[in-house]
């Protein structure tokens, strides 16, 4: 039916502002919003509570930062917002699985240390095989040792005097046939007295930098460095990375490090050595024969 007298100017929201009515949104870090009354824009870069009042900081473009009330009076893309306090994170779910894809044992303590080791090449070895395994191993009570370099390998296994409770497993980089490191390994072996409680593994890896995936660095592969060059030194330049000091070549594998996730980050010529020396060094004992 047809409305002579048309319709009622005050029906609906007639009191709503041109611009709308403000929302709420969290005042979440790196939001960027106006304060109507001062013009200043910038991004939040922190909420606190002064004086009994919630406050955000914002951060303008030459990184000045004033403080406002928390609440109303903001435009965010154009449009009003109630700035609120951002909700508190939840406690992180623990994960199910290692970092090694090892199934997580909730609140497990470290269990004390057992007779039997690990031993790897040097640090970066040692930081590595930490992070992919370290919460396995501190399940089993097993420690990574560094030899520091395997050109005395047969003197630090008869040192180490290894039996059925105290085994020795050890991870040997660029384990190519006729390498040095395949001759010293060969000699290594010939320790009778020792040899069936030591598992010498290795994988073909010039450094154990390139056992991580070169994906994780922007790479399709890792480049070749031409013998007589600084093989650390040669890949930070190729990167594009400083490289002219050892401190440089430190903070170089830092970065790479810290592109390792999990397992799923490093080459299986890797992880296959790894594993292959935990199951020895904490399986029960050895079978006569």
Known sequence: MHDRYGNDVLAGDWKRPPRGRSREVEAVRDLV???????????????????????????????????FP?????????????LVAPKADPAPRRPERTASGSRAVEAAPARVAVGSRIFVEG?????????????????????????????????????????ADR????????????????????????????????????HPYVDVWQSVRPERLGLEQWPVIPKGQSWKHGILAHLGWPHSSQADVARGWQRILASVDDYTHLEPELLGRVEELIDFVTVGDLPLG
């Open 123 to 163: 640090k970066h070895d040692a930081e590595l095989v930490e992070k992919v395994w370290g919460d396995d191993l501190r399940v089993e009570g097993v420690v990574v040792e560094m030899l520091d370099g395997v050109d005395d390998l047969r003197g630090v296994i008869e040192d180490f005097r290894p039996t």
């Open 70 to 82: 928390l609440g109303g009076g903001f435009w965010m893309d154009g449009q009003p917002v109630r």
């Open 33 to 67: 919003v106006e304060d109507v009354a001062t013009g200043w824009v910038g991004a939040v870069v922190a909420v606190e509570k002064a004086g009994g009042k919630h406050v955000v900081h914002l951060e303008d473009a030459q990184g000045k930062v004033r403080a």
């Open 167 to 202: 085994r020795m497993g050890v991870l040997v980089d660029h384990l190519v046939p006729g390498t040095k490191e395949w001759r010293v390994v060969e000699e290594a072996r010939r320790t009778p007295r020792y040899a069936r409680h030591v598992r010498i593994v290795g």
